[in-house]
């Protein structure tokens, strides 16, 4: 996975639950590409067309919270999602997103700081945020090395068959 | 230490943990389902190791979509039934089991001390028996499953002490409602809930598993309860060896990062309004609310007592004209309990539907999905926009007492109102 990401920005508020990035009707499919068709429909029907060329999602607390399901981060990662940037996380959502390989990053003050449509640049290693259009650069929490090794692998299914081969 | 400090040193090996440390914890139990499940098993075959690392601390349930609603359920269903047989994992099938979370601790899955995750964010129900107990995605049970260890940061604990006694009709969902309401539905994002005080002594099992399910709405890793006589009654016969309680207690100088005091004596029922649960009101606040479907069941609220306090409400009279009542025991065991109680016979006089133990109407996955502008009040723990059906849907969050009270009124109704 590259370090940096650049995409432009998609603005959520507070507290967006799963069932919202992914109703559970929707539990039954498996395929993820088909998933990816149907991230937020129930907050914006057209949110698939906007993703869908590459974009970093900004939320405002507790992103993701509710269920455990990981279609809600593989949905949003399928739709286009290329980073999550939120206040704060719900902490079963953050540990999905990494374990499937899509960039997530608290930053206080950055659902204020960043517009709908700005462009961005994320530096995933140290945290930092740059906003192209305001010309504003955020300092978001940094990843530790554990979490930063999953997500270079691509997630932690890569990452364990990595570990297990070296015990070998 | 405090009691998940002490449970979470004790699975990593080490004498003392404290608030941050990141920490590798062995595991004394999985549990997967059949929505979570399927990505678990695709996830854990590619990792490459072909047998689970024990095959008795795996339990498969089936509960969310069944009977199968479709092809595509059915299809994973038979995925999950092929991959218990292939790794002799004990898996609870359509009448056998019933919702997960009420079936673990049943069946004796759940024992004070464990470290427990299960690829379901309810899985905190089980803190009620004084385990550390907490939800994961998918692919992270695989990777449990493939090496029975999981990383966490050790939280910091808020404490919830509770005084005073229930009046009539009000209950420990109002009691978890009305501590959302204060704390917010942020307010324990990352941390264990703690609930203690004399309140929670004199709870039974089933209202202690309604507050502990519910800790993961204001964003808790875990809830926790001490295990006590309480706990003792309820698992013996269940668990195989019950362990030494006595050292499951809080540390004279156990800390905590801060401690919320709740009076309950004075409580009123209350009611989580759309689409939020921590939109909070006293039931007598909400107005004149005309419902459409009623749901009295789910791992929050479908325990043998709730259908009790339920059917002392319907007893002998019947649900309002246009509203639908749905009624689902969280457990075969639940079930049986009920229709020997005759309990199961009061809900259907009354006009309400009775279905097999699943999750039924709460993730509005199966069974009683609501239309466009349709109004539910439920005993469950969501009401998010979507959560139960359509998104123009509305739902209202209760105790099973304000919940059958509100059948029979086809509105919003106090049950401390109803002349039994
Ligand atoms: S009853 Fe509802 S909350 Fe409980 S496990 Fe089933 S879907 Fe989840």
């Known amino acids: ?168 | 230490m405090n009691l998940t400090e002490k449970i979470l040193a004790k699975a990593s090996g080490k004498k003392d943990v404290h608030p941050g440390e990141i920490i590798d914890a062995n595991l004394d139990m999985v549990m997967i389902h059949d929505l979570t499940g399927p990505l678990a098993v695709e996830a854990f075959q590619k990792i490459g190791t072909s047998k689970v690392w024990d095959n008795t601390k795996i339990i498969v349930i089936l509960d969310h979509q069944i009977p199968a609603e479709s092809v595509k359920a059915a299809e994973l269903h038979k995925k999950m039934r092929q991959f218990s047989t292939e790794q002799n994992i004990k898996i609870y099938d359509v009448g056998r089991g019933g919702i997960c979370h009420q079936v673990m601790p049943e069946q004796g899955h759940v024992k004070p001390g464990d470290v427990i995750i299960g690829a379901d964010s309810h899985t905190c129900t089980y803190g009620a028996f004084g385990s550390f107990a907490t939800g994961v995605g998918s692919t992270e049970a695989a990777a449990a499953m493939a090496t029975g260890k999981i990383w966490f940061k050790v939280p910091s604990t808020i404490r919830i002490n509770t005084k005073g006694k229930f009046q009539k009709y009000v209950t420990p969902k109002d009691l978890i409602l009305h501590i959302i309401g204060t704390l917010g539905v942020d307010g324990a994002i990352y941390k264990a809930v703690e609930f203690t005080g004399p309140t929670i002594k004199a709870m039974t099992i089933a209202g202690r598993m309604t507050l502990c399910n519910m800790a993961v709405e204001m964003g808790a890793k875990n809830g926790i309860i001490t295990p006590d006589e309480t706990t003792n009654e309820f698992l013996t016969g269940r668990v195989k060896k019950m362990p030494d309680i006595k050292i499951l207690q809080n540390d004279k100088d156990a800390e905590y990062e801060k401690t919320v005091e709740f009076d309950v004596s004075k409580m009123e029922p209350q009611v989580a309004c759309p689409s939020s649960v921590d939109n909070v009101k006293l039931v007598n606040e909400v107005g004149n609310v005309l419902i459409d479907q009623v749901f009295i069941g789910s791992c929050t609220n479908g325990r043998l007592e709730d259908l009790r306090l339920a059917a002392q409400v319907m007893k002998g009279k019947t649900v309002k004209a246009g509203v639908r009542t749905l009624v689902i025991p969280a457990s075969q065991e639940v079930w049986k309990q009920a229709n020997d109680e005759g309990l199961l016979q009061i809900f259907t006089q009354a006009g309400a539907m009775v279905c097999g133990s699943a999750c039924g109407p709460c993730l509005g996955g199966h069974i009683g999905l609501l239309a466009a502008g349709e109004t539910c009040i439920t005993t469950s723990n969501r009401n998010f926009i979507g959560r139960m059906g359509s998104t123009k849907a509305n739902v209202y969050l209760a105790s099973p007492a304000t919940v059958a009270a509100s059948a029979i009124t086809g509105k919003i109704t106090n049950p401390q109102e109803i002349k039994v």
């Open chain 1, 1 to 168: 996975m590259d370090n940096k990401i650049k995409a432009k920005a998609i603005v959520f508020g507070n507290n967006i639950d799963t069932d919202v990035i992914l109703p559970g009707k929707y539990l039954v499919l498996v395929n993820p590409e088909e998933l990816g068709k149907h991230a937020l429909e129930s907050l914006d029907a057209n949110f698939v067309n906007k993703a869908k060329t590459g974009v970093i999602l900004i939320g405002g607390k507790n992103f993701g919270c509710g269920s455990s399901r990981e279609q809600a981060p593989l949905a949003l990662k399928y739709s286009g999602v290329k980073c999550v940037i939120a206040e704060s996380f719900a902490r079963i959502f953050f540990r999905n997103a990494v374990n499937i390989g899509l960039p997530v990053i608290e930053c206080k003050g950055v659902s204020l700081s960043i517009k709908n449509g700005d462009e961005i640049i994320v530096d995933l290693e140290n945290g930092i945020i740059q906003n192209l259009t305001n010309k504003k650069t955020l300092q978001g929490t940094k990843l530790p090395p554990s979490i930063m090794n999953i997500l270079t692998d691509g997630g932690l299914i890569k990452n364990l068959q990595k570990r297990m081969k070296k015990n070998d």
